[in-house]
């Protein structure tokens, strides 16, 4: 035991060397275009040589505080970012349902409640509805703020835990052929980020959606103004469309969206039905080729969304996930607040 804690704390060294070399203490994090390439890619490798850490813990942060404060529910954005913030050594102070239980549900603004808590926390961690109010709330906090799912626009963080397996487990980001399908991409703020990342870093993407659920106009303009980026939109695909146009790729990237409910939800499961993955699909290039295509979802997923088989198949990535997720958000705790 008392070996493993020299060899630790030997390597503590070296992990701080790999904090500064994100250079991005004291910073927020709203949109994954707030971070630069070479930022990703030190986060990665920071958060790789986290990975070791993300079941134990390492005494990075120890005297610091997160405060979560979650205005939509959430099981992984929350649970994983709090365990980050444990494994760093960390204190967690959570409000997973301010309109009941804080001081929101007495219509204090969002204003007056980061003010706040960013007297309390060396970090919060925001998700909201309404990506505006979002923007607007945190420009009051006194500490730093990350995006944990604005509205319909960005999830950043889920896209640079995504970016994180994929390089991971695809050996790099650059040239991988990724598509990000969803009947819907106006709503799929995960889908917005995940793509600017994507493209960012070099990935041939195609983004397919029904053409009246097109990404937003703002995510086209910002994916144009990338250098070199290798992007293209189809629309309106058939099942065996897409059944061929995932048969290319290395990556699928399911990123959901918000169901409407009531009588358009009927409608929008068969939309749903168009971008459905088949285990098949993907034995059937696996047999002919010897190429696995991945599949990852940002999860939740909804009943008969997805083919369940693939979860037990060397295509599932989706739980692969979750589990490197801790390890990124380590990196992006330690960077920012500072180890
Ligand atoms: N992927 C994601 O944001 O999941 P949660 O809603 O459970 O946080």
């Excluded at 986290?50 to 505080?65: N, W, Y």
């Excluded at 992984?76 to 409000?95: C, D, I, K, W």
């Excluded at 992007?231 to 290319?248: A, C, K, M, P, T």
Aim: aromatic letters at 8%; hydrophobic letters at 40%.
């Amino acid at each position: 035991m008392q070996k493993e804690a020299l060899r630790d704390a030997a390597k503590l060294p070296s992990i701080r060397s790999l904090v500064r070399a994100v250079d991005f203490e004291g910073r927020s994090l709203h949109s994954i275009n707030d971070l630069t390439n070479d930022q990703i890619y030190a986060l990665f490798e920071l958060a790789r040589s986290l990975e070791p850490f993300h079941r134990s813990s390492v005494d990075l942060l120890r005297g610091s505080v997160m405060v979560t404060l979650f205005f939509q529910p959430s099981t992984r954005t929350r649970m994983s970012f709090e365990t980050a913030m444990h494994r760093l050594g960390g204190a967690v102070v959570t409000e997973a349902n301010p309109l009941v239980s804080s001081s929101a549900a007495k219509e204090e603004s969002l204003a007056d409640t980061m003010r706040t808590i960013s007297k309390y926390a060396n970090v919060i961690v925001l998700r909201h509805p309404d990506d505006v109010a979002a923007r607007e709330g945190a420009s009051y906090a006194e500490a730093p703020v990350i995006n944990g799912g604005w509205g319909d626009w960005e999830h950043p963080t889920q896209a640079l835990l995504d970016l994180y397996t994929l390089w991971r487990t695809h050996g790099s980001v650059e040239g991988a052929k990724v598509v990000v399908a969803t009947p819907d991409m106006v709503h799929a703020r995960t889908g917005h980020s995940m793509a600017y990342g994507l493209a960012r870093l070099g990935a041939e993407v195609t983004l397919a959606s029904r053409r009246d659920y097109r990404a937003p106009e703002e995510v086209i303009e910002g994916l144009r103004r990338v250098e070199g980026a290798k992007v293209r939109e189809v629309f309106d695909l058939d099942q065996d469309g897409f059944n061929d146009l995932i048969s290319e790729v290395d990556l699928v990237y399911l990123p959901g969206c918000s169901a409407p409910k009531g009588e358009a939800a009927e409608e929008f499961k068969k939309m749903m039905d168009e971008y459905y993955v088949r285990l098949e699909t993907l034995e059937k290039v696996r047999e002919s080729e010897g190429r696995i295509i991945r599949v990852t979802h940002t999860l939740p997923r909804r009943p008969g969304e997805m083919d369940l088989r693939i979860d037990d198949t060397p295509h599932q990535q989706y739980f692969e996930a979750i589990t490197y997720s801790v390890a990124i958000r380590m990196a992006l705790v330690a960077a920012i607040v500072g180890a």
